[in-house]
């Protein structure tokens, strides 16, 4: 069984940056395009940012140019470097595949941004 572990979350202040870290294990890490999604309260979650076996990234155009994401095969992990953080980033960040989703999801972290 697939187990994702999010870590990293917390309370910052708007312009703050946090870096989000999801440790995978039970699968073949590194041949999966990896994603970070978030949930906002009382929204559906969203694709924030993906990034393929290959290194190559995309993103929503909500975080672009704020957002990094990055991946270290050899650690089974997937980071999300988040920058100038606004209040509209609050959620519980997850990650999971982009094209293949593992069940069950993660915990999330939760990220607060609150002056």
């Known amino acids: 069984q697939v187990q994702l572990v999010e870590s990293g979350g917390g309370l910052v202040q708007p312009g703050g940056s946090l870096r989000l870290s999801c440790v995978a294990s039970?699968?073949?890490?590194?041949?999966?395009?990896m994603a970070w999604y978030r949930q906002a309260p009382g929204k559906q979650r969203e694709l924030v940012a993906h990034i393929t076996s290959g290194g190559s990234t995309n993103y929503a155009d909500s975080v672009k140019g704020r957002f990094t994401i990055s991946r270290d095969n050899a650690k089974n992990t997937v980071y999300l470097q988040m920058n100038s953080l606004k209040f509209e980033d609050t959620a519980v960040y997850y990650c999971?595949?982009?094209?293949?989703?593992?069940?069950?999801w993660g915990q999330g972290t939760q990220v607060t941004v609150s002056s």
């Open positions: 999971n595949g982009r094209t293949t989703i593992f069940y069950p």
């Open positions: 039970g699968t073949i890490f590194s041949v999966y395009t």
